[in-house]
């Protein structure tokens, strides 16, 4: 046998390996990448997202999970996923408690008496009848609450004056929500009465309160808890200022019953090569009750509808299967997400890439990924396409799915985060001004074009992203 030299030999072993590494990596195929493009310029002269949000918004409604308006969002879903062409549309069930609101008041009784306006928080305990009235002690901070003295709390009504203020990416409800969900609870194990915050929103000048879930599970332990609007929160902070004892009474009419069984509404575009791997992308179909959830979350079960309704219009079939996902009840503790995880756990490897879009109607400006290394190169040619409609990429950080679909990244899924512009989200989540006016149809269409290109892209990938049992478990992402 004839030796090769040194060198040329280990020339020769430099090459396999390169060729070795270059069949690991996952890459997007020209044609693919091609076509994206041609979708995404398609998606943003398209008007099928404003016309399904504005569809669910008239024909539905607000649509609180548990509620009469629950099961016609569900029914609503079935039929414009099936008007939509999708190839297959099924429901799976989503069991979670049942809360109710009825009625809520509350005014100022001494020193100066007067109303307020507030809206009562998910999971919320009821007052006795006729309500309930006890003085206020005001906190500035969730960690000046942590810190008080159980006995200056017992017994009386907690209130958390906390601003939130506007942020693009919206990073300052990380506080606002700490506050609403951990609030009531430290307040509850330390004896309050009741619990108040300053609304979690930006609109200070707007007296309409926000609101939203607590941290409660379970009528057991659970006090009345709810939130100030922004003026009001003033107002009240104002008087606490004149160093007088303010009392309060609370008449809230809220409260569990029972359990409730809902369901995801799950469409698919079938594909033609591996129909039993995906792409997973979706919104949360359930809202909170003043506003008509237009941008919580309609617009996000419209951008995902919308994405893949023009793929499904495509001369043929994409590789791999789309699946849009119109989760149940995120807003009182992601419990479709959390079921559709449950369930699909054990095939987390079939998922390409997934992402749930929750923040609104604004324009996408950010894009980050939780992948595998090998995978990144493909992630780079994603970006490249979506570049051209103002989406920058930040290789630094990790995607963490979404909300619903941050449980599938738990489990393994590889991920994007798609961060729209939130600036002006917070005026109006969670309140009864989140409703249709507030959504712009060309950056609605903006949302659809990236989701529409990621998406194929990532159906018609050579490789895989990494979605592993596991494999993301020290990402650091948070949504």
Request: proline share 5%.
């Amino acid at each position: 046998m004839r030796r090769l030299p040194l060198t040329l030999l280990a020339a020769s072993l430099m090459l396999a390996i390169g060729s070795a590494n270059a069949a690991t990596q996952t890459t997007v195929p020209a044609a693919a990448v091609k076509t994206a493009e041609q979708l995404r310029d398609k998606a943003m002269n398209d008007n099928t997202a404003y016309e399904i949000v504005s569809s669910v918004t008239t024909e539905v409604g607000p649509r609180l999970a548990g509620s009469p308006a629950d099961a016609r969002g569900r029914e609503w879903a079935i039929a414009k996923f099936k008007a939509l062409g999708f190839d297959k549309v099924y429901t799976e069930e989503v069991s979670y408690p049942l809360w109710e609101r009825r009625s809520e008041h509350a005014e100022i009784v001494a020193p100066f008496p007067q109303p307020l306006d507030l809206i009562a928080l998910g999971y919320s305990a009821g007052t006795p009848k006729g309500g309930l009235t006890a003085e206020v002690v005001k906190f500035d901070s969730l960690d000046a609450l942590k810190s008080a003295d159980p006995t200056k709390v017992k017994g009386k009504i907690v209130y958390v004056d906390a601003r939130m203020t506007r942020q693009k990416d919206g990073h300052d409800y990380g506080m606002g929500s700490a506050v609403r969900v951990g609030g009531p609870v430290i307040a509850a194990k330390m004896g309050a009465a009741a619990f108040l915050l300053r609304s979690a929103g930006t609109d200070a000048n707007s007296r309409t309160p926000h609101t939203g879930v607590t941290g409660f599970t379970g009528p057991d332990g659970a006090i009345p808890a709810a939130a100030l609007s922004n003026p009001d929160a003033d107002q009240l902070s104002r008087i606490v200022g004149y160093g007088k004892p303010v009392s309060i009474k609370l008449d809230l009419d809220v409260g569990f019953n029972g359990t409730y069984k809902g369901a995801n509404v799950i469409g698919e575009v079938t594909g033609k090569t591996h129909p039993d791997q995906g792409v997973a992308i979706g919104g949360h179909l359930d809202s909170w009750d003043p506003g008509t959830g237009a941008i919580d979350d309609g617009a996000g079960v419209a951008i995902a509808m919308a994405a893949g309704k023009l793929i499904h219009d495509m001369p043929q079939r994409p590789d791999r299967t789309i699946r849009v996902i119109a989760f149940a009840n995120e807003e009182m503790g992601l419990w479709g997400g959390k079921a559709y995880a449950e369930k699909h756990a054990k095939e987390v490897s079939k998922f390409q890439l997934g992402t749930e879009s929750d923040f609104g109607a604004g324009k996408v400006w950010l894009m980050t990924a939780s992948v595998k290394p090998e995978a990144r190169g493909a992630i780079d040619q994603i970006a490249k396409v979506l570049a051209p409609i103002g989406v920058a990429y930040d290789a630094s950080k990790p995607g963490g799915g979404g909300s619903d679909l941050s449980q599938m990244h738990g489990k393994g899924m590889a991920a994007l985060t798609l961060v729209q512009d939130g600036t002006n989200y917070f005026d109006y989540h969670h309140t009864a001004n989140d409703t249709l006016d507030k959504i712009d149809p060309k950056e609605l269409a903006q949302n659809v074009a990236v989701y529409a290109a990621f998406s194929y892209m990532a159906a018609q990938a050579d490789g895989d992203f990494g979605s592993a049992p596991g494999a993301f478990a020290n990402d650091g992402a948070e949504e």
